[in-house]
């Protein structure tokens, strides 16, 4: 397909000004420039990501300073920058405050994702850091997939400056990764991030990928436990979770039914993405499924 035309106001979101950067690194450069920016090479390599920062009109690869987290094709699962950019769309247009990102291309032609970090800023020259912690450090413990959507909310309300807020924010996205199959939203998947000003609070949502899609013989629906569950979920599961969270029933039912409301407009926006017809249909299945259990 040919590459998607973005609006002047898109491309200042996310660059400050109306360009559409070229990226002069092919694919099979990608792992190289990684290994060489993470100080050695080592015969497993590194995953194939790299920080990069808009020089002109140009993203190169930097060790530091880093503005945008570049994610190119691998070869474990196919399509994946176009799956990521296409839920991170959906996440959007469901309301979550998301992290800017876009679609664009390899010198090679070959597309990748690319994401906006939320834990840097410009001030004047240079690129400065927000403090930024995942879940799975505050928490502690081995496994980032152990634990429950409610610790974490025990997290944000020990933490963020408007607790409340944030509470509403988890669920939100909770009840997006159960609709579109998103099994890998595991601790590490959730932060909290400190602005300038020092207010705490969720930080925009990232990694949002259908893992179901990827992963057809994935275990379970939920990486974490909802109501103390990670499948068979049904709408009564996530009633649960908003009673914890302090949320009120009618705001947790509205934002079911946004969800359902919107299952027209995603099957429009993937049936007009970058993916591939097989996977067009696995994930229209895959929400249509969900969104059934939701009613």
Not at 5 to 22: I, N, Q, W
Not at 176 to 183: E, Q, R, V, Y
Request: glycine letters at 6%; aromatic letters at 6%.
């Amino acid at each position: 397909m040919p590459p998607i035309e973005y609006e002047d106001k898109t491309l200042r979101a996310m660059f400050g000004k109306p360009v559409r950067p070229v990226i002069a690194i092919s694919s099979s450069e990608i792992a190289h420039e990684a290994q060489k920016l993470a100080g050695k090479f080592s015969i497993s390599g590194v995953q194939p990501k790299l920080s990069v920062r808009l020089e002109g009109d140009q993203l190169v690869p930097v060790a530091r300073e880093g503005q945008f987290i570049l994610k190119p094709q691998t070869q474990d699962f196919s399509e994946l920058p176009q799956h990521e950019y296409l839920c991170m769309t959906m996440g959007k247009r469901f309301g979550l405050r998301t992290a800017p990102c876009l679609l664009l291309e390899l010198a090679d032609g070959t597309p990748t994702y690319l994401v906006r970090r939320f834990d840097r800023f410009k001030k004047g020259r240079r690129v400065e850091k927000l403090s930024c912690e995942d879940i799975h450090q505050i928490l502690g413990g081995p496994d980032k997939y152990g634990g429950s959507h409610e610790q974490i909310a025990q997290a944000i309300r020990q933490h963020c400056t408007f607790a409340p807020l944030e509470l509403q924010r988890l669920f939100e996205v909770t009840i997006f990764n159960f609709t579109i199959g998103n099994g890998d939203a595991h601790r590490k998947n959730f932060s909290l991030l400190t602005s300038d000003d020092g207010t705490i609070a969720l930080s925009p949502a990232y990694d949002l990928v259908s893992s179901r899609l990827a992963i057809p013989a994935e275990s379970d629906e939920m990486a974490l436990t909802v109501n103390g569950k990670r499948n068979r979920l049904r709408r009564a599961d996530f009633r649960a979770l908003a009673e914890h969270l302090d949320i009120a029933s009618p705001y947790a039912e509205r934002k079911i039914g946004d969800l359902l409301d919107l299952q027209a407009t995603f099957t429009e926006m993937i049936t007009s993405s970058q993916l591939s017809d097989a996977l067009r249909d696995g994930l229209a299945q895959i929400i249509t499924d969900r969104l059934d259990r939701l009613r």
